[in-house]
């Protein structure tokens, strides 16, 4: 079954820090992995897509990595603002799955003065 | 552009009634995409349309819930009769040319409360 795996669920960061959420997925190949930021209240939103072929892409202060051979992508946050408290979704597209979307949990960053 | 537009922001009803939640696309995409979101399943997809017609509802729980796109600007998705265990809040998105590496745009959800 295709899953997608964050790590960690949540994690408190001072203002001004940098940090670094996990996403594993298992099962390949896959078409593209998404990263979405999701204020509370408010629908997700777009941060970075990268294909199989790339292995890092940046949108601001916000990178994202991939490891096609680990299974593995981070989105790293670097010098933190109080706009970063939010939840973060890693989403795979299987191909195997008729390129349906698969959402991870999600983790809950809260950035504090 | 406003992005995706959905309404009510908040719906609270009794168990049994009936419920629509609406909304309307981006102007020029050709997908759009139902989301249900728990704490428990986070984001699940419900049912996705191409230029208006149903593709895949197979995420439909089950036949309470229907939905239609009478036209390239609007959807609704309806429960009837809806229960407590739907209380989530729902998403629509639409996007231009699927789910490839086009991104989706979301709305802002309905929170839906069944008491």
């Known amino acids: 079954k295709n899953q997608v795996e964050q790590s960690p669920q949540s994690l408190i960061i001072l203002e001004g820090k940098n940090c670094t959420l996990q996403?594993?997925?298992?099962?390949?190949?896959?078409?593209?992995l998404r990263w979405y930021k999701q204020d509370t209240g408010r629908g997700p939103v777009s941060l970075t897509i990268?294909?199989?072929?790339?292995n890092t892409k940046s949108n601001g202060r916000y990178t994202a990595t991939l490891d096609a051979d680990t299974k593995q992508s981070s989105l790293h946050i670097t010098a933190s603002q109080l706009s970063d408290s939010a939840s973060y979704i890693c989403?795979?597209?299987?191909?195997?799955?008729?390129?349906?979307?698969?959402f991870g949990g999600g983790t809950r960053v809260l950035v504090k003065p | 552009d406003a992005g995706v537009i959905q309404s009510p922001r908040h719906e609270v009803t009794e168990m049994g009634q009936e419920v629509t939640l609406r909304c309307k696309p981006i102007?020029?995409?050709?997908?759009l995409f139902w989301y249900r979101q728990t704490m428990m399943r986070g984001l699940e997809l419900l049912i996705y349309?191409?230029?208006?017609?149903?593709?895949?509802d197979s995420g439909m729980p089950e036949d309470r819930f229907s939905a239609k796109m009478p036209n390239a600007s609007f959807s609704t998705l309806k429960i009837q009769p809806s229960e407590p265990r739907d209380s989530a809040v729902y998403f629509c998105?639409?996007?231009?040319?699927?789910?490839?590496?086009?991104?989706?745009?979301f709305g802002n959800g309905t929170r839906l409360t069944v008491t």
């Open positions: 998105a639409s996007s231009f040319q699927g789910q490839g590496n086009s991104p989706l745009h």
């Open positions: 996403c594993n997925y298992t099962v390949s190949p896959f078409s593209n």
């Open positions: 990268m294909t199989f072929s790339e």
């Open positions: 989403v795979v597209t299987f191909k195997a799955a008729g390129n349906k979307l698969t």
């Open positions: 102007s020029g995409h050709d997908y």
């Open positions: 349309f191409n230029n208006n017609v149903p593709i895949d």
